[in-house]
């Protein structure tokens, strides 16, 4: 049994234009049908680069307290 639904050939014409249309390399701003690709980021894309300064200066103090004795 086919679950898949069947598209009107308008359908199928308009799926064949967004697959054909070549990427636009030049302009990478993201689609007007794309608007969580505008969205700013979010969550762990924040955090982590300051998780990686405080490891560094962890890791800095580490091994200088480390050469100190």
Do not use: N, W
Not at 39 to 64: F, N, S, T, W
């Amino acid at each position: 049994m086919d679950t898949e639904e069947s598209k009107t050939q308008k359908e199928e014409l308009e799926h064949l234009k967004e697959v054909k249309e070549p990427e636009d390399f030049e302009h990478p701003e993201p689609d007007a049908r794309q608007p969580e690709a505008k969205a700013p980021a979010k969550g762990l894309q924040r955090v982590l680069p300051i998780v990686i300064v405080v490891l560094g200066i962890l890791v800095a103090a580490m091994l200088i307290y480390g050469v100190a004795d």
